[in-house]
């Protein structure tokens, strides 16, 4: 569960090529650094290592990595790198493929084969090594073919992106159990990402309802916001959405209703915005109707609430 950030603004350029091999060996895969910026390279790079499973975020100037083929002393630690594209492109070979990662992209690669990765010009994206056995078992895929990229739909990317952010986070406190349950979901989320599917295919209900809430908080406060819009979003039918809310015990209306007015709370109590401004900010259309909701869950108006809020003159 070891923590890594690095810079090379702490070591002069000469050693550059050095130091970021060493930073991307220890929290990603063993590779040597070739085709560094020849006048300003610069990186940055911060993860955690779980063993098994590790994942890291990084921003760099153009450069490129090759590594060999896994060796008898290492066989079967290197599994998949799975990699989420921020910014910039890539440019992945391995044997016979041959990938252009996009912005937006998501690239499997098998480490335990050779390949090369280039980065023509600035790049920032979150890499994850993941055990190959539950890859393989999730995504069959991988036994025809040991690379291959995608463009995910948005829902699983904004999911994905969350996951692998959470794993990379160096202040993270996960144990190593837990970080090899992420990579199960992680590799959930690919299997469903690589078939024509919905949110109904998720068969994993922590992540299952992990995807729901997400997507519905992200989007209350927009008052067009209804159930078939989220049902359209994920693919899947109004009353299917509504039977998955019922198993979590909530609804509809209670998530984005709740996330509404705590938004709203945070608002009174951080701004001078006018009460009806904020409730038109939060998605409610009825100002009346947001100050009886309001009352009814904080047990005093929004004015009262803001008046609370403000701290005494000394």
Known sequence: MMPISMSTEVVPHADSSNFWREAICKVIHRVEVRKLAPRDFAARISGRDYGAVSSASFWSKPHQVYSRREQIGNAGGAGYLLSLQIEGDAYIEQEDARLHVRPGCVAIVDARRPMSITFPSDVRRI???????????????????????FLPQRFLAQTLHSYLTELSDEAAEFSSPDAELLAENISNLL????????????????????????????????????????????????????????????????????????????????????????????????????????????????????????????
Not at 127 to 149: T, W, Y
Not at 249 to 261: C, W
Not at 280 to 295: A, I
């Open 127 to 149: 890499v994850a090594k993941l055990p190959a056995g539950s890859m393989e078992k999730r995504l069959p895929v991988l036994g025809r073919q040991h690379s291959l990229s």
């Open 191 to 314: 299997h469903i990402a690589l078939e024509p599917a919905g949110l109904d295919r998720l068969d994993s209900s922590p992540l299952r309802e992990h995807t729901l809430r997400r997507y519905l908080r992200q989007h209350a406060c927009d008052a067009r916001l209804t159930l078939d819009m989220a049902a359209a979003h994920f693919r899947i039918s109004r009353r299917l959405l509504q039977k998955m809310l019922q198993d979590m015990e909530t609804s509809f209306t209670d998530i984005v209703i709740a996330e509404r007015l705590e938004r709203a709370a945070s608002l009174l109590g951080s701004s001078r915005a006018a009460v009806s401004q904020v409730a038109y900010r939060c998605g409610f259309n009825d100002v009346s109707h947001f100050n009886h909701l309001f009352k009814r869950a904080y047990g005093m108006s929004p004015s009262a609430y803001r008046a609370s809020t403000v701290s005494p003159a000394l």
